[in-house]
T-cell receptor, first 118, second 113 residues
């Protein structure tokens, strides 16, 4: 597609429920990142994919968080047993990888999924 | 490991003032350097980049020069406008294949009319 697409754009859930957030990157982008941004705060790195593998999962806050990427394309971030502190905007970004041309490593961000845990 | 340090905000300036937002980095080798901007209510977008030492990135009147000797990539603009009010993020990525992009904490800029 033309841009990075994230869904849902808005999700309100009750504490303890599981949620899935989806990211559809730009076609051909092998690198995919998930970040979390709380109101007025900076970017909190969660996980990074290169193709279908995740060289760096160091940012996942707890074992309630997991992510996968299939077919080198769509990625899903899953949060189990949500807590109120999980409320934030979850951002996905993708880029061409090293050596893939002038646009390599230039991130294109999606509009984000705003999660509210009641 | 690699890291990015940028000046804390918020930074408040009057319209037409000169802007500098400092960014320094720690990295092995010669990373690529970026500035991203997030306007109110919008997503992050690339503002400018530089991929090698002494390169100058520029866009929308903003400039930043890749200084290897001082490991810096300071963002400058000669005359800011109210519409420049946003959060600015400095970032780097090394040339190692599996290294991830590292962002600074962001600097909020307020421009007063």
């Amino acid at each position: 597609g033309a841009g990075v697409s994230q869904s849902p754009s808005n999700k309100v859930t009750e504490k303890g429920k599981d949620v899935e957030l989806r990211c559809d990157p730009i076609s051909g982008h092998t690198a995919l990142y998930w970040y979390r941004q709380s109101l007025g705060q900076g970017l909190e790195f969660l996980i990074y994919f290169q193709g279908n593998s995740a060289p760096d999962k160091s940012g996942l806050p707890s074992d309630r968080f997991s992510a996968e990427r299939t077919g080198g394309s769509v990625s899903t971030l899953t949060i189990q047993r949500t807590q109120q502190e999980d409320s934030a905007v979850y951002l996905c970004a993708s880029s061409l990888a090293q050596g893939q041309g002038a646009g390599a490593n230039v991130l294109t961000f999606g509009a984000g999924s705003r999660l509210t845990v009641l | 490991g690699n890291s990015v340090t940028q000046m804390e905000g918020p930074v408040t300036l009057s319209e037409e003032a000169f802007l500098t937002i400092n960014c320094t980095y720690t990295a092995t080798g010669y990373p690529s350097l970026f500035w991203y901007v997030q306007y109110p209510g919008e997503g992050l977008q690339l503002l400018l980049k530089a991929t090698k030492a002494d390169d100058k990135g520029s866009n929308k009147g903003f400039e930043a020069t890749y200084r290897k000797e001082t490991t810096s990539f300071h963002l400058e603009k000669g005359s800011v406008q109210v519409s420049d009010s946003a959060v600015y993020f400095c970032a780097l990525i090394s040339k190692n294949r599996d290294d991830k992009i590292i962002f600074g904490k962001g600097t909020r800029l307020h421009i007063l009319p």
